[in-house]
């Protein structure tokens, strides 16, 4: 497609989704709920056909030679859709957070003010490979009363667009306008560019996936973006640490699925446990079939392979992990100081008092304790879905679910009072 096409594409998309969006300014919370709850009965029952174009994009994967963990991410069978079935339910069925009170208070003046959420507008979300956030993005931007545009990953093409029809057809069904959940309906790389500087028609951008999609956004961007660059999390083993609680939980940090950005990339281990706990744990990760890159305190123990200084703050997203031993809580901090990137961490330990200095002293945007990484995720919060996980500090941090995509506005009350 011409760029004068393509420019002329997106313009076109962001008029309907900025009327749209007006329009849903104003809609009822009960109307949002039932285009939610529709689109996921419409895609239940049309699951075959979803089936159908995930087998198309996996086909392509497979000629293009992607990676194991890009094909499980770009992956769908029945149990998956049943999973976006129940996110799309949740989501509805949360509290609406449109007109909520923040805070209220009276002035001397006579005034009364409250400050109330209040929809962004239009968010555009960017994605590669994971079908799924078709209708996360769709859900939760609607939920909070946003219009979205949503331009999928060329290897999930024909998957998010038999998603987006679900979502349409709820959105009919409940008589909101269908340019409140839109598609760009086209692979070329040109409409990303042309989404990044729509400042008259976007309010925010959302970029999921990978570290040179977010890095370009980030770059490129002249409309405010919620963003994670990657997902570097840590698990630190203290010398505290329960042996069951630390075998299991580091088993299932790093291999339940690898290819996600909650997936653990580096454990830390205290150094008076190194040929106890830490070696077992090494061993349980190798015997998973991990590769364990281990730093110089490691290297003796069985089937590791040494580190190099590139494997520490590297997001591997594959069954590899780097590994490390450290003197205590302080070094773990001062590890993931350097190293990390503020999306998780875990701590695994009974000590209170080195769990609190963990927390107080790092500031990543979620800490565990005693908890499995992948757990960083919106629905196990219990948003229901998200839109992915900020690590920024300003607006949004953590999993971004639909009360994060709202802003607030002041409404102000008197009595023909005027200022002295």
Same mark, same amino acid.
């Given at each position: ?14 008029? @309907? ?8 300014? &104003?809609?009822?919370?009960? &109307? ?28 392509? *994967? ?5 990676? #194991?963990?890009? @094909? ?8 998956? $859709? ?11 069925? =949360? ?12 002035? #001397? &003046? ?18 590669? &490979?994971? #079908? ?20 999928? /990953? ?22 909101? #306008?269908?340019?409140?959940? =839109?598609?760009?309906? @086209? ?30 956004? =980030? ?11 990657? /997902?570097?999390? +840590? ?19 790093? @291999?339940?699925?690898?290819? $996600? ?8 281990? +205290? ?27 490691? *290297?003796?123990?069985? /089937? ?21 031993v450290v003197d205590g809580v302080d070094g773990a901090i001062a590890h993931i100081r350097r190293h990390g990137s503020n ?30 990484? =992948? ?8 948003? /229901? ?36």
């Amino acid at each position: 497609m011409a760029q004068n096409d393509i420019a002329a594409l997106m313009r076109g998309i962001g008029e @309907t989704a900025r009327a749209a969006a007006a329009e849903l300014a &104003s809609a009822g919370a009960d &109307s949002r709920r039932a285009a939610l709850l529709a689109a996921a009965g419409n895609l239940w029952d049309s699951r075959e056909v979803v089936l159908a174009a995930n087998a198309e994009d996996m086909a392509e *994967a497979a000629q293009k030679g992607l990676s #194991p963990a890009m @094909t499980d991410r770009l992956m769908l069978d029945e149990a998956r $859709i049943a999973g976006i079935v129940a996110g799309l339910r949740a989501v509805a069925e =949360q509290k609406d957070p449109v007109g909520e009170v923040i805070a209220e208070w009276d002035r #001397p &003046s006579g005034l009364r003010i409250r400050r109330v959420r209040t929809p962004l507008g239009v968010v555009g979300v960017i994605y590669e &490979s994971r #079908p799924n956030v078709t209708a996360d993005g769709g859900a939760l931007c609607l939920k909070a009363g946003n219009a979205v545009i949503l331009r999928g /990953g060329s290897e999930s093409f024909h998957s998010s667009g038999a998603i987006h029809r679900a979502m349409l057809a709820g959105l009919r069904a409940a008589g909101l #306008p269908e340019g409140a959940i =839109q598609l760009v309906p @086209t692979r070329d790389r040109a409409a990303v560019a042309e989404m990044l500087r729509m400042v008259g028609y976007i309010d925010v951008i959302v970029p999921r996936g990978g570290k040179g999609l977010v890095g370009l956004v =980030q770059a490129e961007a002249r409309v405010p973006v919620f963003a994670h660059l990657e /997902g570097v999390c +840590h698990v630190y083993v203290d010398k505290a640490a329960d042996e069951e609680k630390a075998r299991r939980v580091v088993l299932n940090a790093k @291999t339940r699925r690898t290819g $996600i950005c909650g997936a653990a990339e580096c454990l830390l281990i +205290h150094r008076d446990i190194v040929d106890g706990l830490g070696a077992r744990i090494v061993a349980d990760l190798v015997g998973a079939g991990v590769e364990v890159r281990a730093g110089a305190g490691l *290297a003796h123990l069985p /089937g590791v392979v040494a580190a190099v200084p590139d494997d520490f703050g590297r997001e591997f997203l594959d069954m590899v992990i780097a590994a490390e031993v450290v003197d205590g809580v302080d070094g773990a901090i001062a590890h993931i100081r350097r190293h990390g990137s503020n999306h998780t961490e875990s701590i695994l330990t009974e000590d209170d008092a080195a769990a609190e200095r963990f927390f107080s002293r790092l500031d990543s945007a979620i800490l565990m304790r005693n908890a499995s990484t =992948q757990f960083a995720d919106g629905g196990e919060f219990g948003m /229901g879905a998200e839109i992915g996980i900020a690590t920024g500090k300003m607006h949004a941090r953590g999993p971004v679910g639909a009360e994060q995509l709202t802003s607030f506005k002041y409404l102000v009350e008197g009595d023909g009072t005027v200022r002295a």
